[in-house]
């Protein structure tokens, strides 16, 4: 199976960027869509952003689309989460989860996805 290592948290300051990144080992990581969630203390993780295996498929929450890009690099076995714009309520532990799935193309629903990375800590101050 594959594992997921998430890096690029940080403390930035309102209307700063950030880029993100997942590193994958462990499996052939073109086999697998990739996403990024969120959780923000005392909430529910979210559904942040996907994108199908091969790269030409993405989907974002409504809260963050037009501010963060989701991408990824297969020959490297990396997925980067670039957050432009960041607001207060971005504030959260970002993870990088793997769904395994035939097709090339889909971009899996926030429940799809069954390997997830250790997260790391996004702190936006106002």
């Known amino acids: 199976q594959v594992q997921l290592v998430a890096s690029g948290g940080g403390l930035v300051q309102a209307g700063d960027s950030l880029r993100l990144s997942c590193a994958a080992s462990g499996h052939i990581f073109s086999s697998y869509a990739m996403g990024w969630f969120r959780q923000a203390p005392g909430k529910e993780r979210e559904f942040v952003a996907g994108?199908?295996?091969?790269?030409?498929?993405?989907y974002y929450a409504e809260s963050v689309k037009g501010r963060f890009t989701i991408s990824r690099d297969n020959a490297k076995n990396t997925v980067d989460l670039l957050m432009n714009s960041l607001k207060p309520e971005d504030t959260a532990v970002y993870y990088c989860?793997?769904?395994?799935?035939?097709?090339?193309?889909?971009?899996?629903?926030?429940?799809?996805?069954?390997?997830w990375g250790q997260g790391t800590q996004v702190t936006v101050s106002s």
């Open positions: 994108i199908s295996r091969v790269g030409s498929n993405t």
């Open positions: 989860a793997a769904s395994q799935i035939s097709s090339i193309w889909y971009v899996p629903g926030a429940t799809e996805y069954k390997y």
